[in-house]
């Protein structure tokens, strides 16, 4: 009796990321790279919070945020 090898190939969901994956990066532009953040919940709230108060999306307010904080520090 042969034993069922459990791999990581066999545990990915690689079909349906593969779906998923056109409509994650829809919104990439060519200049833009995907990524992944993790922030303190009370941070994201209140960073989204603001961003749509001042009509503006999550993303389009983070990155604003950060190239000027790099502006200002001379590095871009």
């Not at 409509?23 to 303190?40: F, G």
């Not at 999550?58 to 945020?65: H, S």
Request: zero cysteines; glycine letters at 2%.
């Amino acid at each position: 009796m042969s034993k069922i090898k459990l791999t990581k190939r066999s545990l990915s969901l690689g079909s349906i990321e593969k779906k998923a994956m056109p409509e994650l990066k829809s919104d990439l532009s060519s200049n833009e790279q995907q990524t992944s953040i993790y922030l303190n919940t009370e941070v994201y709230k209140a960073a989204r919070q603001y961003a749509m108060l001042n009509d503006m999306s999550f993303k389009q307010y983070v990155n604003e945020l950060i190239r000027s904080d790099l502006e200002q520090k001379g590095l871009i």
